[in-house]
């Protein structure tokens, strides 16, 4: 893959984890299950995303 691509997938995930803290941190769910949703987020990026856009917690 062509460095620039890398860089631009790399700047679209970071968005997309920024975005997906910001919702959590929003959601109506408790402190303990905002931190457990930031953590997969954090530890698994890709797939921790996608559980998260699937099953995460929603704005009230």
Do not use: E
Not at 29 to 38: D, E, M, N, P, T
Request: aromatic fraction near 10%; glycine fraction near 12%.
């Amino acid at each position: 893959m062509n460095a620039n691509y890398t860089g631009i997938l790399g700047i679209i995930h970071l968005a997309l984890v920024v975005w997906a803290a910001v919702s959590i941190l929003g959601s109506g769910a408790s402190q303990g299950r905002k931190v457990l949703w930031i953590l997969l987020v954090l530890l698994f990026p890709v797939v921790g995303l996608i559980i998260w856009f699937i099953a995460g917690p929603k704005k009230p």
